[in-house]
């Protein structure tokens, strides 16, 4: 299964943190300093898996960011490689060519689209159409549900005043 | 909404804390903000609980606490919208995690929304309960998400199984209750549903041996057609991954189809077909196509495959690894180390290219490569492989090479025939790597090479050598020093040289010199330097001329700040100068190092390290293995007396002599020779009592009864000095052992002896008695010799005095019975 996916900049910045496994706080603190100080400093050519603490650590470098993924020893390796380009081209095709700002400002949508693609560390939908659409449907829920909160405000205001 | 200034917009807040420039001012703004967050929450405003969790995830995500936002998450996820909810489930998810007791508030609300008319909600649920919860969730909750498995809606279908995943993790009792729908979950056509399906029943039949039968039996077909509808499926632009269809539902397909094939023929046969099918048709151009050979070959050597299939996937091994992707070797490294177990002669066939990636440039390589060669040793192969390693060692990285020196030190030592080709590998790995190499490897080496008396020479000439070339490598000093102490007059005098050997010419001051270069060098540590001034000391003994030099050198160390090492050199001095007689005595050649009990205790030891036991070495104030020759003993306070035999007109005797020695070196017990006192019954037996801390308690030395001196032909008697307690080391540990009168053992009208005991801490078997003798007249007296025997059953002892006084012979004797009770 994957243990926790991590999203980190070239600096050493969390943009995004999911946990699949029981890991306290300060033990969150702990695994995230030190893959950044393994994987940070990694070469480009060098292959995309470090081992870790008895786990193995899927990472690809997408411009500014590190997807990283902790996956168990005997998990599959390039499977793993394409589940990280499976999340990144359906949030490419979410935000229209993402880039870092956009999972800074937008980090609450990332994680609502990784909801989507794993569960339980396990995958979840294959289709990247699927899950935009699953995407869509439940933001248009939220903005009927604002645009109503909206209206009704505004008819209380107006009677208020 | 009127937006007065309860806070700013996320988006805002988001852009403060960018534009900081120092930590100082982040920390500013994110007090700022939580103040505001905290002071919304205490007023319990609803309006902006949405934006406040939002923005508390932010800061979470910083790093700071934001535990007093924990709550914020339950009132959200109860409010009665959509948009609350979700985030709601979302702050639930980031901010606690499933050992924390807030998250079973949640069990209520949860429940609720798992029977939500809203399919999203239910949704949200689902995905909460299966990414958090605990085992107590899990159990409650079980059942509402075995009635979602059986619903129409994929999404939740989905969702629901792998939740089950998760549930069944926590408490893997329910298994058998999901076995029925899991099995018709892939039966479905939808994509989703069919991925997490098959990882559901995957994690089935890991958790329980009755869902694998059951699957196995009602799955395998259906599983079969799963494999081949997807491999032969048209184009579709869905799933449509580098010219594959739906890859992730080929290799979740391939992965349950290794657990239900493994062990079972019938099974396996059925998956011949499809498995050969995948293996030939996927295009492997692409890392899709790559990552399904490698789930594929990884099946066909899990199951019962033909041999056909077997050789269908070492052929994929093969590619992988000459291909220039740094991933795909490293996968197929990984492929290999499974491939060993089932078809090993493949495998060593690619042993060349596997001694390449252990010199790659990629460190996640270079490590697998290692573990991969460390499985193809064997026999045959295991001298050329060795040299290729030990060359490698040379020129690698030195982080790698601590893991390189561990696992050649283990393949030298587990496939050793030879004592001479072990010893040459040795001293190589020692000058190239000795500061890696852990210390019960450099142990065993000196066990081995006092276990071979005609490699000695050899040995201690080599490492002579050695020394010369690289002598900052801590262990191979170490190794070194221990040998010409022990060996020196073998390295001088050129003894047991093998016909391969160079001629050499080393010099007593030659040795002398290396031994005071280890002493004296600026990285040996204390270990080094205690061992250096032991050596010495014994080379005073083997080399005559040598002494004086020897007592200058060893007396610069009087003064040194470590206590270990200053009273090693004021003793040593003291032995040199003035006690020249019992020198020879004390220092003579160590007997064979017992290889089996070392051997023994060194595989029961979880350490593995010799350290461990030093707790049972009266003389440890040091750090690792302080090494100490033969007989020494540390005097005690007062008087000071000579308690060892003095006639030591007897010489040397040899290894198997009913000698009782002091210290085990490694190990504090006594070695017990096979020679048994010709007197027999009627002896009494003499136990040596400075056995602390062996943990076979009953390991008597069989020595002669020195009293009973009648029979002829009994071996010369050498008597186990009285118990000395170590006074440096007596002292922390006194105050945690259970006190015991002392009492007077003895007393006459010329001598008087008082005996007072303690125990070690954990180890309550052995006691340590101090002797004190007390000389009641007015005249010195000289040569004094102390016999102590103790019968077997009873606690007492037979004690012998013999002395001079002026010059006339005394001898006095006494019987011990007023030992305290429960000693």
């Not at chain 2, 060893?554 to 003793?571: I, T």
């Not at chain 2, 006074?727 to 006190?739: F, I, M, T």
Request: proline letters at 4%.
């Amino acid at each position: 299964m994957i243990h926790f996916v991590i999203l980190i900049s070239r600096q050493g910045k969390v943009r995004l943190t999911k946990w699949y496994s029981p890991y306290s706080q300060k033990e969150r603190t702990k695994v995230i300093r030190e893959l950044s100080g393994l994987i940070l400093t990694r070469a480009p050519k060098l292959c995309n898996f470090v081992e870790w603490k008895g786990y193995k650590v899927v990472y690809r470098r997408y411009a500014s960011l590190y997807f990283c993924m902790g996956i168990d020893a005997d998990d599959n390796e390039l499977e793993i490689l394409e589940i990280i380009h499976h999340f990144v081209e359906i949030l490419d095709r979410y935000f229209g060519s993402v880039c870092e700002l956009d999972l800074i400002f937008n980090f609450h949508k990332a994680y609502y689209i990784l909801d989507e693609i794993l569960i339980a560390g396990e995958l979840q939908e294959s289709s990247k159409k699927t899950v935009a659409r699953l995407i869509a449907a439940q933001d248009s829920l939220v903005e009927t549900a604002q645009e109503q909160a909206n209206s009704i405000s505004n008819m209380i205001a107006q009677a208020t005043k | 909404m009127n937006p007065f200034s309860s806070g700013t917009r996320l988006r805002d807040m988001i852009r403060a804390i960018r534009a900081c420039k120092t930590a100082a001012e982040e920390r500013a703004v994110v007090r700022k903000e939580c103040a505001a967050i905290r002071a919304a929450i205490s007023e319990n405003d609803p309006d902006y609980r949405h934006r406040n969790l939002a923005k508390l995830m932010f800061i979470h995500m910083l790093g700071y606490p934001t535990h007093f936002g924990q709550m914020e998450c339950l009132k959200l996820i109860a409010s009665a919208g959509f948009p609350e909810k979700r985030i709601g489930y979302l702050g639930l998810m980031l901010l606690l995690d499933e050992r924390q007791e807030v998250l079973m508030l949640v069990t209520n609300s949860l429940k609720q929304d798992l029977n939500h008319s809203n399919q999203y909600i239910v949704g949200l649920a689902l995905c909460a309960l299966g990414n958090i919860c605990s085992a107590e969730m899990a159990r409650d909750l079980a059942p509402e998400v075995e009635r979602l498995l059986q619903t129409r809606d994929p999404n939740i279908k989905k969702k629901a199984a792998l939740c089950s995943i998760r549930i069944i993790r926590k408490v893997p009792d329910l298994a058998e209750n999901f076995m029925g729908p899991a099995s018709s979950l892939l039966k479905e056509k939808h994509h989703g549903v069919l991925i997490a399906g098959v990882q559901l029943c995957t994690d089935l039949c890991k958790a329980s041996t009755i869902a694998l039968e059951y699957l196995r039996k009602n799955c395998t077909e259906g599983l079969v057609r799963i494999l081949r509808d997807v491999s032969n499926s048209p184009y579709a632009p869905e799933y449509d991954i580098a010219g594959i269809t739906d890859p992730f539902l080929h290799i979740r397909v391939l992965r349950l189809m290794r657990m239900l094939g493994q062990g079972d023929a019938d099974s396996s046969e059925y998956m011949n077909d499809i498995l050969a099918q995948v293996a030939t048709k996927t295009e492997s151009n692409k890392n899709a196509g790559n990552a399904i050979l490698y789930e594929c070959v990884e099946t066909i050597m899990g199951i019962e495959a033909t041999s056909g299939l077997r050789v269908l996937a070492i052929n994929i091994l093969g590619r992988f690894l000459s291909n220039r992707d740094n991933n795909i070797r490293y996968v197929a490294l990984n492929m290999l180390m499974k491939a060993v177990t089932v078809d090993s002669q493949a495998v060593q066939r690619h042993r060349t290219t596997i001694l390449e990636c252990v010199k790659d440039s990629d460190a996640s390589i270079r490590k697998r490569a290692l573990e991969l060669v460390f499985l193809l040793v064997n026999d045959t192969n295991v001298k050329s492989l060795t040299k290729e390693l030990i060359d490698h060692l040379e020129v690698s990285d030195q982080e790698f090479k601590g893991d390189l020196t561990a696992k050649i030190c283990s393949i030298v030592e587990k496939f050793s025939q030879e004592k001479l080709w072990y010893i040459d590998q040795m001293c190589k790995v020692l000058s190239l790597a000795g500061n890696h190499v852990k210390d019960d490897v450099w142990h065993a080496l000196i066990v081995m090479i006092s276990n071979a008396p005609d490699l000695q020479g050899y040995a201690v000439r080599s490492l002579y050598k050695a020394f010369r070339t690289s002598n900052e490598q801590e262990s191979l000093v170490r190794v070194t020093v221990w040998c010409i102490g022990e060996y020196g007059e073998m390295l001088v005098n050129n003894v047991g040289v093998l016909e391969m050997e160079e001629p050499m010419t080393v010099t007593e001051s030659d040795a002398v010199d290396v031994v005071e270069v280890a002493l004296q060098h600026h990285s040996s540590d204390i270990t080094t330097r205690a061992m250096s001034l032991v050596a010495l000391l014994k080379l005073s003994s083997r080399f005559p001329p040598t002494s004086e030099r020897i007592r200058e050198i060893v007396m610069q160390h009087k003064g040194n700040v470590e206590l270990e090492l200053q009273q090693r050199s004021l003793e040593f001095n003291s032995i040199i100068q003035r006690h020249p007689n019992i020198k020879s005595s004390l220092v003579e050649r160590m007997p064979v190092l017992d290889e089996s009990a070392y051997i023994g205790k060194r595989a029961g030891s979880s350490q593995a390290t010799l350290s461990a036991d030093k707790s049972s070495q009266t003389t440890s104030s040091g750090p690792s293995s302080l090494k100490l020759p033969n007989g020494v003993t540390k005097p005690p306070a007062a008087p000071l007396m000579d308690l060892l035999d003095l006639s030591s007109d007897d010489a040397p005797v040899s290894t198997s002599s009913t000698t009782d020695f002091l210290h085990d070196l490694l190990g504090g017990d006594s070695i017990s020779p096979g020679v048994a006192p010709s007197g027999g019954a009627g002896t009494d037996i003499l136990m040596d009592l400075l056995s602390i801390g062996s943990p076979s308690a009953p390991t008597d030395v069989l020595v002669p009864n020195a009293i009973s001196s009648k029979q002829g032909n009994a071996p010369e008697p050498k008597i186990a000095p009285a118990p000395v307690m170590d006074l440096l080391d007596g002292l922390p540990s006194r105050e945690e052992n259970p006190v015991y009168p002392s009492i007077t053992a003895f007393e006459s009208s010329t001598l008087k002896i008082t005996f007072s005991f303690t125990k070690q801490p954990g180890n309550l078997q052995a006691t340590v008695i101090q002797a004190t003798f007390t000389n009641l007249s007015s005249s010195a007296y000289t040569d004094f010799i102390f016999q102590a025997a103790v019968p077997k059953k009873a606690l007492a002892m037979r004690i012998r005095m013999a002395y001079k006084v002026n010059d006339q012979d005394k001898l006095e004797q006494g019987q011990i019975n007023n030992f305290p009770r429960g000693l």
